[in-house]
Structures are given as structure tokens and as C-alpha cells.
T-cell receptor, first 116, second 112 residues
């Protein structure tokens, strides 16, 4: 079946540094990917919609300069958390839409980010 | 409105049935999902139902959909300790680029 892979699954970074999370569709092409964030004991909040070859569409309240999204190919979208702060510590999860499979949405395993 | 609503906690005795309820607001929703998240883990898709269906059964899981009332439920028969997790209801909105909107999650606690 289809698989969406996220890397790294866990990462610890220092305050002020940037960290990149990758989301890959392994056996299908994804023109659209979505990035979510989950705060502790809360639901998953949609951050942005990533479209291949164009700028991401951010949800209200999400800082586009803080959370850089790049979708350079049909199988890869990246989320870069810039100048990370401890409050950016969270669970980030991506999903990808398989246009050739009835637009089915597949989720990655998620990435735990801890900023110290 | 934008919300997908579900109760935050549910306690059930081992062996009993668990019923987790969810309400949504968007009538354009095409698919409705139930995801399971265990502590420290990612999302696991449990089951889903297409909006033109009333019921779907998959082993111990039964999903009921009342489209008129925009109400979705997940019944877990013979609840086991391994069912202890957070269960998220989610809807896929066709008129919103297929975005999936999640509820806040229901934490299922299993009593011995």
C-alpha cells in the first residue's frame, strides 16, 4: 500500500537554530501535501497546504516566515522551523494526497520536535 | 462553522463496548475518519466511512453516520486494554482542497 515517510521521527535542536522535517510519498506522486501540528494533549491543527511547484498556502495565524514549506518535487515536501524556540516543540505530521488513487489522503508517522 | 466536536474523555470497563461520538458542521464532507493515537506515537487510521453510507463494520469496530444530524460514532466492541488511546474524528472537506479537519480527540481509558 501507499506509504508516506517522515524524517526525522524525533529531533532535538537548540534554541535559535533551524530544523528541517521531510515528508516523502514513497510509491505515489503527491501534488498536494498538508502539514499539521499537534500541541500536547490537543488536536492536530492544519498549518499549511503545500502544492508542488508553487507557494504553500498557510492557515490563519501560522507564520510563513517561521515555518518554511518547500514542495520541490512530486514526492517531497519539507517543513523548516526557523529560529526555533522552546514553544515550537511539538508533534508535526504531514499527509499527502494521491491524485491517482481517488485523491486518498495518506499520513506520515509524524516527527517529534523538542527545542532546548 | 469549522469545528469537529467530540467529548474529551471516556472511561469504559474492559470487555464492555465503547462508543465515541463526534459531530461535524460541514455538509460538503465526503469522507469521515477515525484515527487512533497511542502515547508518543503517530496517527493510525482505524476506519473511515463515505458520506453516502450509514454504517460500516470492520471486526470490532462499527461506524455509524447520521448525515442529517452530522453525527458520527465509533463503537468498539469487547474493549481491551490495548484500545487505550486517543481517538480522533476527522472530516475531509471536498470544497476545501480535500483538507482533513480533526476534532480534539477523545481519550479512552480502560477500567480493569
Amino acid at each position: 500500500g501507499a506509504v508516506v515517510s517522515q524524517h526525522p521521527s524525533r529531533v532535538i535542536c537548540k534554541s535559535g537554530t533551524s530544523v528541517k522535517i521531510e515528508c516523502r510519498s514513497l510509491d505515489f506522486q503527491a501534488t498536494t501535501m498538508f502539514w499539521y501540528r499537534q500541541f500536547p494533549k490537543q488536536s492536530l491543527m492544519l498549518m499549511a497546504t503545500s502544492n508542488e511547484g508553487s507557494k504553500a498556502t498557510y492557515e490563519q495565524g501560522v507564520e510563513k516566515d517561521k515555518f518554511l514549506i518547500n514542495h520541490a518535487s512530486l514526492t517531497l515536501s519539507t517543513l523548516t522551523v526557523t529560529s526555533a524556540h522552546p514553544e515550537d516543540s511539538s508533534f508535526y505530521i504531514c499527509s499527502a494526497r494521491a491524485w491517482d488513487r481517488g485523491n486518498t489522503i495518506y499520513f506520515g508517522e509524524g516527527s517529534w520536535l523538542t527545542v532546548v | 462553522g469549522e469545528d469537529v466536536e467530540q467529548s474529551l474523555f471516556l472511561s469504559v470497563r474492559e470487555g464492555d463496548s465503547s462508543v465515541i461520538n463526534c459531530t461535524y458542521t460541514d455538509s460538503s464532507s465526503t469522507y469521515l475518519y477515525w484515527y487512533k493515537q497511542e502515547p508518543g506515537a503517530g496517527l493510525q487510521l482505524l476506519t473511515y466511512i463515505f458520506s453516502n453510507m450509514d454504517m460500516k463494520q470492520d471486526q470490532r469496530l462499527t461506524v455509524l453516520l447520521n448525515k442529517k444530524d452530522k453525527h458520527l460514532s465509533l463503537r468498539i466492541a469487547d474493549t481491551q486494554t490495548g484500545d487505550s488511546a486517543i481517538y480522533f474524528c476527522a472530516e475531509k472537506r471536498m470544497n476545501r482542497d480535500d483538507k482533513i479537519i480533526f476534532g480534539k480527540g477523545t481519550r479512552l481509558h480502560i477500567l480493569p
